[in-house]
Each structure stands twice: as structure tokens, then as C-alpha cells.
């Protein structure tokens, strides 16, 4: 009952407080400035989650929202929403999370993720369950890996339990914006941390900025697995060097994929196939999804295994998923003749979540075609394997099948 009092005594004071504040403050600015004071009570920081959305009495409904388009036709592209959740690294360690509603941020000219790359970024999902409940994807395998990016760049790590604390909260306080059970659409979760403190030497920032902004989406490439796309290996460029930062999943990274990205939707290819850096002779990884080759004689499902590789955590389920269906799982190298034996080929992200690829094509230096894989016999079906491991993974996210791995995590 004393703490009971003691949060009621917290609220009146804080809403007396906010009451006189000038119009132009927002809402959520408000909310986190209370969330901030009450966070800082260690008796009540087992609830911060749950402190997120201070003066609601429960979770709103998802699909709720008014978009410029119906849900079902969203593609993947930025769009406003009600908030992102801040939270800033100084003098060693990280302070309270809050809530904005402003998209800018100002930054100092200084900061080391202008001027030396100090930055570094995460993907996950929510998505609407039929009973109304929101479920985020594997957001602990995010963590982890955001974690192994700021080791590699020198950057202050986030902290597991602050990481899923602010990816719930964000959620929450854009619940309405989570596309409806049966829309086929996604609440996009991108965490971002990058070093916002000044250094013109090159050196690790003092201070870091982490951001958590949601977007409902559709499908990256239009259609999903409507039809397979036409891949390209890229052959004038490298994604990542061996032994660089390929692994982790810095900014760096995408900004030198733009370029040849661009160059190859010119020739009529929405997708390109990098090959190891140093020989030129193995298979990385597509532009921004994880390779995967299904090899029906043998029954196998193969993914490279590269120091230059980001691991994919959608990959990952994958994986799992084959083995319990009995495909024998292989990460190794992957040699480029062996995409001859593929009858299926999968891009994979979470972002993509299953992209089909109907073939791969070599192009010379005059721009003619000097070698085209194909995989299956009509390039324009679905592969039956690439269907049921994509079915599986979507009705684990919807709440349609069982959750046997503890994948789904609940907005609460």
C-alpha cells in the first residue's frame, strides 16, 4: 500500500507539474519526463515497460491507425508515426529512455558517426495476432547482435534489458500502428546507436545516442512470394573485405551497396549476389539478405558460412525450421559452380523475411550474358520447399502455429 501511495503521490505531483507547462510541449515528451522520474525509484524499475504509457489504463488495438493506403498495400518505406523512444550515453553510462515525437534530431558537427562511421543498427518485427495481442520476433537475438557491432566499432554497448525495454515501449506507444491480423504487413522496429559526441582524431566517442523507431510496412520487394526475382552476381565490387566488418551490422556496410545496388536495377536486376572479396570464387551474401540454395536430390539446405557475412536472424529460424523438417542444414563455403545444383534459391532478411530468386546471371564486360543459373524448372512458380519454410516462419510470427523455440516475445 506504501508504494501503492507513494506512485499516486508521484503522478498527482508530476501532472500538477506538467499542467502549467507552455501548449507547445507534446504529449509524449510529458509521458517521459514522468517515466523518467518514476524509472528512477529502484522499486519500481522492474516495471518500466509497463510505466511507457503512464495514464492509460491498457494496451490499444493494433490496426487502429489512419494511413494514406489500405494496410494490405503498404510497401517498405519510411512513414510518421506517434513516437521513437531516445536514450543517451554519457559519462559512462546510459540515462533514462523517453519518448519523441519529433522525427529530426539535432546532432553535434563533431559527432563520430558523421565523421568516422560510429554507427550501427538493428531490424526486428511485431506483428498482430488474431486474438489482438502484438508478438515482436526474436528481439534477444537482436540484442545480441547490436552488442557485436558496437564491440567491433568501439561503442558503447547497450544493455540487454534496456535494449527490450525500449523496443517494448515503442511498441506500445504505436500500437495502433501495427498492421491488422490478415493484412500480411509487419510493425518495422529499427534500433539505431551511433556516437554523437565530438572527435576530429580518430577515436571512440564519450557519448552515444540510441534511437528506437517503428514503421508498419509491407513487403520489401512488392509481391513477397507473388514470383521469384532475377538476381545478378555483382562483379566490380566488394560488399565487405575479409577480416573488415562484414559480420557485424554497421552503417558503412549498406552505404557501399548503393552504388552497385543502383547500377544493377538499371540492367533488370532488382537483386544483387555478392562473391568473397579476396578470390572472387565462393558466395557471400545478396545485397541485403542472407543466401540460401536448396538442393532437392540431396535434401539439403545450404547457406555460406564467411567471416564477411552478417548472421541473419530470420536465417537462423530458417535453419531450424529445415532441420525439423528433415533437410540436412549446412553453413560452409559455397563454391560458385555449386549454384548449378540449386533447384531452389532463397534471399533471407528480416526485412524480406523469404525472397524467392528464379535465377542468376553473369553478365560480361560488354553486358551480355556469359552464364545464367537457374533454379527449377519455370522461373516464374514458387519453389515447394522455399513455400513451406516461408508458411512456417509467418504463422510462427501470426500466432498461427505453435511456438514450441520461444521465438515470439509480447508487447506488454
Known amino acids: 500500500m506504501k508504494l501503492i501511495a507513494t506512485v499516486l503521490l508521484l503522478l498527482l505531483s508530476k501532472c500538477v507539474a506538467l499542467s502549467s507547462s507552455p501548449p507547445s510541449v507534446n504529449s509524449h515528451v510529458r509521458i517521459s519526463t514522468l517515466w523518467s522520474s518514476l ?13 511507457s504509457l503512464v495514464g492509460e489504463t491498457e494496451l490499444g488495438k493494433p490496426g487502429t491507425a489512419e494511413l494514406d493506403v489500405p494496410w494490405e498495400e503498404l510497401g517498405f518505406e519510411f512513414r510518421n508515426t506517434n513516437s521513437h523512444v531516445r536514450m543517451t550515453y554519457k559519462n559512462g553510462e546510459w540515462g533514462s529512455p523517453e519518448f519523441v515525437k519529433e522525427p529530426e534530431i539535432k546532432l553535434h558537427i563533431g559527432a563520430t558517426a558523421l565523421h568516422y562511421g560510429q554507427s550501427c543498427f538493428e531490424g526486428l518485427k511485431a506483428f498482430a495476432h488474431k486474438d489482438g495481442s502484438v508478438h515482436i520476433f526474436r528481439p534477444d537475438e537482436n540484442v545480441k547482435r547490436m552488442q557485436s557491432s558496437c564491440e567491433r566499432i568501439m561503442m558503447a554497448s547497450m544493455p ?18 501495427v498492421p491488422p491480423y490478415g493484412s500480411g504487413g509487419a510493425l518495422y522496429i529499427r534500433p539505431l546507436l551511433f556516437g554523437s559526441g565530438p572527435r576530429i582524431g580518430l577515436q571512440p566517442s564519450e557519448e552515444y545516442t540510441f534511437l528506437c523507431m517503428v514503421i508498419p510496412v509491407g513487403d520489401y520487394y512488392k509481391g513477397g512470394l507473388a514470383a521469384p526475382v532475377d538476381g545478378i552476381i555483382i562483379k566490380d565490387f566488394d560488399r565487405a573485405a575479409p577480416q573488415g566488418v562484414g559480420h557485424v551490422k554497421v552503417a558503412g556496410n549498406y552505404a557501399a551497396d548503393l552504388l552497385p545496388n543502383m547500377l544493377s536495377k538499371k540492367k533488370g536486376f532488382p537483386i544483387g549476389l555478392y562473391l568473397d572479396a579476396k578470390t572472387q570464387t565462393t558466395v557471400e551474401e545478396f545485397s541485403t539478405s542472407n543466401f540460401v540454395g536448396i538442393n532437392l536430390k540431396e535434401n539439403k539446405f545450404v547457406t555460406p558460412q564467411s567471416s564477411s557475412v552478417l548472421p541473419s536472424i530470420t536465417n537462423k529460424s530458417l535453419m531450424t525450421l529445415a532441420s525439423d523438417e528433415g533437410l540436412t542444414v549446412e553453413a560452409r563455403s559455397v563454391p560458385i559452380e555449386e549454384l548449378e545444383t540449386f533447384d531452389e534459391v532463397l534471399a533471407v532478411g528480416t526485412a524480406v523475411v ?3 530468386v528464379g535465377s542468376i546471371t553473369i553478365l560480361g564486360d560488354d553486358s551480355n550474358t556469359t552464364k545464367r543459373f537457374q533454379f527449377g524448372e519455370n522461373t516464374d512458380e514458387v519453389g515447394v520447399v522455399t513455400r513451406r519454410l516461408y508458411d512456417k516462419v509467418r504463422a510462427i510470427q501470426n500466432g498461427e502455429a505453435e511456438d514450441k523455440y520461444g521465438w515470439n516475445f509480447k508487447v506488454n
Open 39 to 51: 524509472s528512477s525509484s529502484p522499486s519500481l524499475m522492474r516495471s518500466r515497460s509497463k510505466l
Open 160 to 177: 540487454t534489458d534496456k535494449f527490450l525495454d525500449a523496443v517494448n515501449a515503442v511498441v506500445r506507444d504505436n500500437i495502433e500502428y
Open 354 to 356: 523469404v525472397t524467392p
